[in-house]
Nanobody, 119 residues
Framework: QVQLVESGGGLVQAGGSLRLSCAAS????????MGWFRQAPGKERKLVAA??????YYADSVKGRFTISRDNAKNTVYLQMMNLKPEDTAVYYC??????????????WGQGTQVTVSS
């Protein structure tokens, strides 16, 4: 079992930045690929970014603005979000995949953190 707890969400103006964190506990963090998803009201949950031990992946909508990183010593994955837009408003979820190569299979999920971008 892996427990995931997100933090760092909040209200920010368009053009601003936020850094989300996801702390993991349980089994060996480095054994998992990690992903960030988001879900806006009335829309389906979508992958924003993912990272395994060597590569990172991004949705087209966030490329060049968001950066995913991980610190295995701290059991934490981050999502640095810059130049935020109102359309980035959503609940952001952290997820862990026991499969380390694409396609990832996300077995564990956090509770989510709200990000609201005002225009």
């Amino acid at each position: 079992q892996v427990q995931l707890v997100e933090s760092g969400g909040g209200l920010v103006q368009a053009g601003g930045s936020l850094r989300l964190s996801c702390a993991a506990s349980g089994r060996t963090f480095s054994s998992y690929a990690m992903g960030w998803f988001r879900q806006a009201p009335g829309k389906e949950r979508k992958l924003v970014a993912a990272i395994n031990w060597s590569d990172s992946y991004y949705a087209d909508s966030v490329k060049g603005r968001f950066t995913i990183s991980r610190d295995n010593a701290k059991n934490t994955v981050y999502l640095q979000m810059m130049n935020l837009k109102p359309e980035d408003t959503a609940v952001y979820y952290c997820a862990a995949s026991s499969r380390l190569v694409i396609p990832f299979e996300y077995n564990y999920w956090g509770q989510g953190t709200q990000v609201t971008v005002s225009s």
